[in-house]
């Protein structure tokens, strides 16, 4: 599924939406419309989501949602993005999903270090006797 055909589905159902409320423009006419509008998002997503992974891929990808909701998302919208812009041409299995989590953790993961400066330490105040 490309990206014409997810926005003509978007298309589509906001158009299915102000038909079924009347266009109003009332608080909670608006935020139905919102609700629906997200649940839409989320439906085409989980589509190509079930699209581009296999069974055991999807259920990784729901355990990492679990555990780190963030890195789950960032995964998430980076796997859909391939998809749309055709980069992904057959189903993403485990293997290769571990491979793609692991890119993005080494890629995300700040290295630290700590650097102690012996000589100063050397020449602290605290060893002098007053």
Do not use: H, W
């Amino acid at each position: 599924m490309g990206d014409p055909d997810l926005e003509e589905l978007r298309r589509q159902r906001l158009a299915q939406l102000q038909s079924q409320y009347g266009g109003d423009s009332k608080n909670e006419d608006s935020q139905k419309l919102k609700e629906e509008q997200a649940r839409a998002q989320e439906d085409a997503k989980n589509s190509i989501l079930t699209q581009i992974l296999d069974q055991s891929a999807r259920a990784r990808l729901n355990t990492l949602m679990l555990g780190k909701p963030e890195k789950g998302k960032l995964v998430e919208n980076m796997l859909i993005r391939m998809a749309q812009t055709g980069q992904i041409c057959t189903k993403i299995g485990e293997t290769e999903l571990i491979n793609l989590l692991e890119n993005v953790s080494a890629q995300t993961q700040k290295k630290s270090s700590v650097k102690f400066d012996r000589r100063r330490a050397a020449l602290d105040s605290d060893d002098e006797d007053f």
